[in-house]
């Protein structure tokens, strides 16, 4: 089994989303450390090179490969800001439909601006991931 390429580092969050040029996207940055800390209960963490992460957990699939992931966290990728909730978050058409401005993909929310979106729908969208993980990844 080959080992998860995205791994936590030691880097600095915080002196990672200082050096995003475009000043919304760094603010939109900001404001997601502030909501996913505050959900998670844990400080955010770099995993690779771009990825602000928030806790994680323990992962084991049939095929025998297992590892330890973020449990949720984002990314300021060029065209949009990619929030990473996994399935169990992505699953609720009913908040999804309520979000706003989006586009998802397998366990990604894609973004261009926390201002196109429902904040409060966003944060229930990343409560119930969290949630949804945690109970999954316990009973693992």
Not at 14 to 31: M, N, T, Y
Request: glycine fraction near 12%.
């Amino acid at each position: 089994m080959g080992e998860n390429k995205t791994k936590q580092t030691a880097n600095s969050p915080h002196a990672f989303v200082k050096r995003i040029a475009d000043d919304q996207r760094r603010s939109d940055c900001l404001e997601m450390i502030g909501v996913m800390q505050e959900i998670t209960g844990h400080p955010p963490k770099m995993w690779g090179t771009s990825i602000v992460g928030f806790d994680q957990y323990h992962y084991k699939y049939e095929s025998g490969r297992e590892g330890d992931i973020l449990l949720t966290g984002f990314s300021p990728r060029k065209q949009d800001l990619v929030l990473y909730l996994g399935e169990d978050g992505l699953g609720n058409k009913g908040l999804l439909a309520k979000l706003g401005k989006h586009k998802a993909g397998k366990g990604c929310l894609y973004l261009k601006r926390l201002g196109d979106i429902d904040r409060g729908v966003l944060r229930s969208l990343i409560e119930k991931s969290v949630a949804a993980t945690r109970k999954r990844a316990k009973s693992a």
